[in-house]
């Protein structure tokens, strides 16, 4: 495997050293969460892929009439579904023929190798493996298409430096609505130059590369036929963050790297004290030996905005009259909800507390425990700095010691956001949106690529190693199920998931998972993070499978792909 970044090693270098290699095999490129893939054969570009340049396919798929408004509709949704290169879809579906659009094919090879060429930065790495003749199609010079990809971005860069900035938005003017005679491409671009997209919108969208729509641009905006300026759905320029204004989440990250970098639960404790001092206004540490308060220590702004500790009286009661204090002093799970009429904090002469509260086990030796009383004015926010907080805390004190048990004055489902209204989304849901696909390992990727890249290897070594991957397992089930491959019967183990889906559309679908980015293979705390939780699943996989043979389970190849998946959760967080 041949691998590096684009910063070292040029786009044009690149796909010009991987021709002269005359290796058949694919360099898959990714940047943030972009990715594309190049197929190398005999020296030239068999085939190419990316999200945009499959939408423009469809696209001109759709406008020459190829398909369709129901087989759009049908083909987007199994590519949305499945993840696969469209060229695989249409193999599979029988919608067209293949022969029948080579113009097509061909946009979305040049798409791709122009997107490569804008790239300033991204993780590449070629893996020598077989293609699949099907989804090879008409052989590309890659010479040629390197000139001509180095030559139209060096134009499409100039065009976005004379217009200032690609967020300006298309107004058509009045010569723009009286246009004739013009090219399918400057029509494209006044149709869409209504006052809501933007330059990159347009340039990005549509059936055309991204070259051709942007020289129609051009030509239009010199005969005055539209013109930019800002509009409020456009997006804004990034503009630089004032120095020393600090944002909540980067506040919640700042203390979450000292908290992992802590040597010792007590200096964890402090770091996570101090998160509070900067971000609520009132909180209580608490020092209890057996049920009674030993020593109670109040954090307060006074009214300059000075942060003050004042030890408070010991109270005339201990943890007996408050259930909900002594809860989390005898589990030692935190308690995160709505706020209630405390005993304790009454016995303190505390004014009764407002909105949302948390009580965090800070731990303790014996008889002695530490507890943190925090409030927060009115319903937390969401995200806010209490939902943070729990964040933090379970960096000191994992929620899973202990079960979870809401107590009586808990709202209902109290640590997790609030149901939205209509129309509206929670934290919860946004996070989960942003996350389009989950990346795999290189290593699986590589080694089931070579499996399936071998005539001599058996199904059986495919799926063992397709199992060391929750993200490649979760995606082959997921697909399996989809509109495009389902037959009523859904598909619960990967075995099934193999032999439904076939080799072919296996490698497709690998090979475009590899097109995410990939958790670095390094000593930093993602990549050693996502590197454990790869293998914990693993483990807690094959543990699943051998509880499902000793209690004579109908299906231990389900139970491994229960254990494998269980902590998903986890690796979108990281």
Known sequence: ???????????????????????????????????????????????????????????????????????????????????????????????????????????GVHETIFQLFTWGSGDFQFNEVSLDQSAAGQMFDCTALTLDAARQVDEYLEFLRNIASENM??????????????????????????????????????????????????????????????????????????????SLFLSYKRSTLKVLQAEGKQKQIGELIGYCRDNFDYFILFDFKQNSVVRSLRFQRDEEGRRLGVELPSPDCGLESDGTFRFVRESQVPFFGEAFDSPLLKALGEPAPVGDCAIIPLGGKGDKAYLLYVAADGAAQVPGPLHYLEMISWLIHSPHEGKQVQAAPVREAENTAPASAPGKTTAAEAMIAAVNELPPMPQVVSQVMELLSDPNSQRSDMIKALSRDPALVARLIRV???????????????????????????????????????????????????????????????????????????????????????DMGKVVIL
């Not at 290699?21 to 030239?44: S, Y």
């Not at 939408?55 to 579904?81: C, H, N, P, W, Y």
């Not at 670095?520 to 699943?544: I, Y």
Request: a negative charge.
């Open 1 to 107: 495997m041949f691998k590096g970044d684009l910063t070292r090693f040029s786009p044009g270098d690149l796909l010009s050293f991987l021709s002269h290699l005359n290796q058949e095999g694919v360099l898959t490129v990714n940047r943030a969460d972009e990715g594309l893939n190049v197929h190398f054969q005999q020296g030239f570009v068999a085939a190419a892929h990316s999200e945009q340049a499959d939408a423009k396919m469809l696209e001109a798929l759709r406008a020459g009439g190829v398909i369709s408004a129901d087989q759009f509709t049908d083909l987007d949704q199994a590519r949305r579904e499945t993840g696969l290169p469209l060229r695989q879809i249409l193999i599979d579906s029988g919608e067209v023929d293949l022969d029948e659009i080579q113009p097509t094919l061909i946009i």
């Open 480 to 566: 399996s199920n989809s509109a495009l491959y389902g037959r009523g019967e859904e598909t619960t183990s990967l075995g099934q998931a193999v032999v439904r889906l076939g080799a072919n559309t296996v490698r497709s679908l690998v090979m475009a998972a590899s097109m995410r980015s990939l958790f670095p293979l390094d000593d930093t705390n993602t990549g050693v993070w996502g590197q454990a939780l790869w293998q914990h699943a693993v483990e807690c996989g094959l543990a699943s499978r051998q509880v499902a043979l000793a209690t004579n389970y109908a299906d231990p190849e389900e139970a491994f792909v229960a254990g494998v998946l269980h």
């Open 169 to 246: 938005v298309l107004f058509r003017t009045q010569a723009g609505q009286q246009a004739a005679d013009c090219s399918d491409e400057v029509r494209y671009v006044l149709h869409e130059a209504g006052g809501e997209k933007t330059v990159r919108q347009v340039v990005t969208g549509g059936p055309f590369t991204s070259f051709a729509t942007a020289k129609a641009m051009e030509e239009a905006l010199q005969k005055k036929w539209f013109e930019l300026r800002p509009g409020r759905n456009a997006a804004p320029e990034p503009v630089a963050e004032p120095i020393g204004e600090e």
